[in-house]
């Protein structure tokens, strides 16, 4: 009977142990979009490519915040559940009210088949910005910020938006871009006005090539990390790390950067954003170490 006992209390203990473990990973992971409306965040949308004037060559005020006429950003029901849809439409962005810094995000998105000018042939174009800050709209249609490509193809490369600059380990990869390559040497990359001014040293400081290509075809959904702790970042596609990126910071004044908004972009191309999960953390994951 004591035999018994002893052991009914180590598998009680055990399981109470893996309850509580379960328990534990479940919290670790906080959506980050509810499934059921965008509360916790706001939309911030221009005009249509095609309509920036009147038809007496007035320039059109932007749709602004939280202000959809066109119906560009909302849920829809998929095969796979809820998702947001983006239809790109016009040039914009949903962005988070609260600020993030020291986290690991993770979120599936695939791309529909709406493609409107001044991309209507391609490629399909969209955005995970990162570090958000400034004003709605005070760099194109969007606000400072690091950005993980999402666009067709090249989804994990680096942009600069706005007042940033960040590091990263690269070579160059044809006459004018850079490719991420682990332990090169650092170089930075910045953001410069390329509709002003674009010139092989403005193309060149702005865009870095992902490692390789991990996105999956057409139609089916991709899992995109990105892991942000302090003024470094992670970049992970389908499970694969594509780039790492270092001393994230404002141009202007060198200011570490390590946090913002979470942005998701409204760019000429219809897209599907679903399972959107953040944790904080401590220390890079040992997998992408």
């Known amino acids: 009977m004591k035999r018994f006992f002893v052991l009914f209390l180590i598998i009680a203990l055990n399981s109470c142990k893996s309850e509580k473990k379960n328990i534990e990973t479940a919290e670790q992971w906080i959506s980050?979009?509810?499934?059921?409306d965008l509360n916790g965040w706001h939309k911030y949308l221009g005009t249509p490519y095609q309509m920036k004037t009147d038809s007496l060559g007035n320039?059109?005020?932007p749709f602004g915040i939280d202000n959809d006429p066109l119906e560009v950003i909302t849920l829809v029901d998929t095969?796979?559940?809820?998702?947001?849809?983006?239809?790109?439409?016009?040039?914009?962005?949903?962005?988070?009210?609260?600020?993030?810094?020291?986290?690991?995000l993770k979120l599936k998105t695939k791309?529909?088949?709406?493609?409107?000018p001044p991309r209507e042939k391609g490629p399909r174009d969209s955005g995970l910005l990162y570090h958000g800050f400034g004003v709605p709209g005070s760099v194109y249609n969007w606000m400072g910020s690091q950005e993980l490509q999402i666009q067709q193809g090249d989804m994990g490369d680096y942009w600069p938006v706005g007042d940033v600059e960040i590091d990263i380990p690269s070579v160059l990869k044809d006459s004018v871009y850079y490719i991420y390559k682990d332990n090169a040497p650092l170089r930075s990359y910045y953001f410069a006005d390329i509709l002003k001014t674009a010139t092989h040293d403005?193309?060149?400081?702005r865009r870095v090539f992902k490692a390789f290509d991990a996105e999956r075809s057409h139609g089916e959904w991709n899992d995109v990390e990105l892991i942000a702790l302090g003024d470094s970042s992670i970049h992970i596609v389908n499970g694969k790390v594509v780039m790492r990126l270092f001393n994230s910071r404002k141009m202007s004044t060198q200011e570490k950067l390590h946090s913002g908004k979470i942005i998701l972009q409204s760019e000429g191309a219809e897209v599907f954003y679903k399972d959107l999960y953040i944790?904080?953390?401590t220390e890079v994951p040992e997998k992408y170490r």
């Open 279 to 281: 944790k904080q953390i």
């Open 111 to 116: 791309w529909g088949e709406g493609m409107h």
């Open 32 to 36: 980050l979009w509810n499934g059921q």
């Open 202 to 205: 403005s193309l060149a400081k």
């Open 59 to 61: 320039t059109l005020t």
């Open 79 to 104: 095969d796979d559940g809820k998702a947001i849809r983006i239809s790109g439409v016009a040039w914009g962005m949903i962005y988070t009210e609260q600020d993030y810094q020291n986290y690991h």
